[in-house]
Every structure is written in structure tokens, then in C-alpha cells.
């Protein structure tokens, strides 16, 4: 997954890739209202009455450019 932030007052823009194929794309809004990305988080948002459970992460990279492929 490779996710494209950039927060603008009125031509922002947010992307998503997975496995190298964009999966949903947003240009021309408002994305200054939600602010500046100051920190990044993956896993499981919320899980309930879960009595184990296992998240893997492989190949983190956060950057302010683009780094290319893992």
C-alpha cells in the first residue's frame, strides 16, 4: 500500500496505491481543513471480543518525497 497526501485550502489532493494499482483517487478539495499529516499508524483500528490476533508490518517506509518501490 502507498498512500499520496497533499493538504492544500483549495486544490488538495489524497491517493491511494495497492500493490502498484491506484485503488481510489481525490483532487481539487478543501484538505486544508483536516491539517498537516503528523503522524502515521497501521494495524488494526478496533477489534472486539478477539481472543488473539496477529498484525504484520513489512517494509515501512514514511517519507516527505517519494522513495520509489519497496
Known amino acids: ?13 489524497a491517493t491511494l496505491w495497492i500493490d502498484g494499482a491506484q485503488a481510489i483517487s ?3 478539495r478543501n484538505t486544508g481543513y483536516y491539517g498537516d499529516v ?3 499508524r497501521f494495524g488494526i483500528a478496533e477489534v472486539y471480543n478477539a481472543a488473539y490476533t496477529k498484525v504484520y508490518g513489512d ?7 517519494y522513495t520509489g518501490p519497496a
Request: aromatic letters at 8%.
Open 26 to 28: 481525490i483532487t481539487g
Open 38 to 40: 503528523n503522524q502515521v
Open 1 to 13: 500500500m502507498e498512500a499520496y497526501w497533499l493538504e492544500d485550502g483549495s486544490n488538495g489532493k
Open 59 to 65: 517494509t515501512v517506509k514514511v517519507s516527505n518525497k
